[in-house]
């Protein structure tokens, strides 16, 4: 059951506003983006634990489920726990009676009994509230090094899914849609540009791309090869 007030979590934390279904590219798991999508409407799985590495996209998600719980009325909070690891698991007090908690980064606790104890007992009350619960990390459940072995079972509980970095055809597509998001647009051969001339990272090439953005604005000008090359003194 809904919470009839917005819920307010005193810890600095904030979603990202660009950190959207509509501008994350689900090719290679379009399965999974289905399942987060209902996830937020309060549908499907009750608890979903997915993984990846640092390029994949899993922060983004889990705060994009956020997001798009808002418009439909449930209340939902994103929670990294490399952020809030020296808070102690006491933050996680109350949360279950949130319609979805999102725990990213739960590699973190690893080896913390304290922190390892407190999720424990959080995804206890959080199930017995019939409500849900996203969980991600940089590999799978089973692989995380917990030392509680009632951890480790109950995160390999429900559908797992590993978050499949994007090929270079996707990266392209990728920069475009996010340019599109923006306000800009760019070609493919400046997409592929910036792919063969900048890190691989989709992490450095959204930044980069919106460096270029700024500089178009500053400079009046549509974001060419040229362009590129002048901003990165190529």
């Known amino acids: 059951m809904s919470s009839p007030e917005p819920f307010q979590i005193p810890l600095g934390i904030t979603l990202r506003d660009d950190a959207r279904f509509e501008n994350f590219l689900c090719q290679g798991n379009e399965l999974l983006c289905n399942t987060l999508d209902q996830a937020a409407r309060g549908e499907g799985e009750q608890y979903l634990y997915i993984w990846g590495n640092s390029d994949s996209g899993c922060s983004h998600l889990l705060q994009a489920v956020c997001h798009a719980s808002d418009p439909v009325g449930r209340t939902a909070v994103y929670l990294p726990l490399d952020e809030l690891l020296d808070m102690g698991p006491g933050v996680l007090e109350g949360m279950e009676h ?9 590699q973190i606790i690893a080896g913390n009994k304290q922190w390892e104890e407190g999720v424990f ?7 017995a509230e019939n409500n849900r619960l996203l969980v991600a990390g940089d590999r799978a459940p089973r692989q995380l090094s917990l030392n509680l072995p009632d951890l480790a079972s109950r995160l390999s509980w429900g559908m797992v899914f590993q978050v499949h970095n994007l090929d270079d055809d996707g990266k392209v597509r990728a920069l475009q849609l996010r340019a599109r998001g ?3 647009t760019i070609s493919e051969e400046v997409a592929w ?18 460096k270029l953005d700024s500089a178009s604005l500053s400079a009046k000008r549509k974001v060419t090869i040229p362009f590129v090359k002048q901003v990165l003194g190529l």
């Open 98 to 106: 949130l319609d979805l908690v999102c725990l990213d980064h739960i």
């Open 121 to 127: 007992h959080f995804f206890n009350r959080i199930r």
């Open 182 to 184: 923006r306000g800009f």
């Open 193 to 210: 540009f910036l792919i063969h001339r900048a890190s691989r990272s989709m992490a450095d090439l959204f930044e980069l791309l919106d």
